[in-house]
């Protein structure tokens, strides 16, 4: 029976190997699709039957690096950051700074007398620009985001008896909210209200917040509650 089980183990693939496996015939479709493409540039019909494949290879390659990102162990940098940094940081990469796109409104409510804090700023950046990327796709066209940055009232007793502070940072949008069913499974892999999402961004970025000691999660609550 070991025998048996060391066997099968033997034979599960990691999610890296995984990914290779998957990855591997899927560069061929794509080449192949485009090699079609390229013979007949005429051919309307040939046109779009390729783009359906690109399309539908693109977004499994997509699935396949968000699994990865999800699943591979995280190696996280121990550095002084500032969060107002990393947050223009993510908010910059979502085309949101130094200015918003027309429509939207971006108000930033910071306390400038937080101090840094140890922790992976690229890492961060990425957790943060998951949500505020939520926030735009929540608002559509028009419509206001705030960040608000502070320091948490409730203290957590360490293993040597010392009190931490902890800094809260919350990204809140003025769209149309989720139902209470939906903010419960928000953190399911592979749950989503999109209509082409994954579910995995918020999985991703909720490890990430979690390695650094802390905690993500969502309530129904909008502008000006």
């Known amino acids: ?3 048996a089980e060391q066997g099968a183990s033997s034979m599960r ?3 890296a190997g995984l990914a290779h496996e998957v990855k591997n015939p899927l560069t061929g479709i794509k080449g192949a699709a485009e090699l079609l493409a390229g013979m007949y540039p005429g051919d ?3 046109q779009q039957y390729c783009s359906v494949i690109l399309d539908g290879v693109n977004r499994i390659a997509s699935l396949v690096e968000q699994v990865l990102a999800v699943s591979a162990p995280q190696r996280l940098a121990r550095e002084r950051v500032n969060i107002h ?10 085309g949101m700074f130094p200015k918003a796109p027309k429509g939207i409104v971006v108000e930033q409510d910071f306390d400038p007398s937080l101090p840094a804090v140890a922790g992976d700023a690229a890492a961060l950046e990425r957790a943060l620009l998951n949500l505020i990327k939520n926030a ?4 559509g066209e028009t419509g206001t985001i705030r960040v608000h940055t502070r320091i948490e009232t ?4 360490t293993a040597e008896g010392r009190r931490r502070q902890f800094l809260r940072a919350e990204i809140i949008d003025s769209g149309p909210g989720l139902s209470e069913q939906e903010v419960g499974q928000l953190f399911t892999p592979f749950y989503t209200t999109k209509p082409a999402g994954t579910g995995l961004g918020l999985v ?3 490890r990430i917040i979690a390695l650094h000691g802390g905690r993500l999660w969502a309530i129904r609550a909008g502008l000006g509650k």
């Open 204 to 206: 991703l970025s909720q």
């Open 154 to 157: 409730e203290f957590k007793m």
């Open 44 to 46: 309307a019909r040939a």
């Open 13 to 15: 693939l990691s999610p």
């Open 1 to 3: 029976a070991q025998a």
């Open 136 to 139: 735009h796709e929540a608002i």
């Open 85 to 94: 940094q990393v947050i223009h940081e993510a908010l910059r990469m979502a």
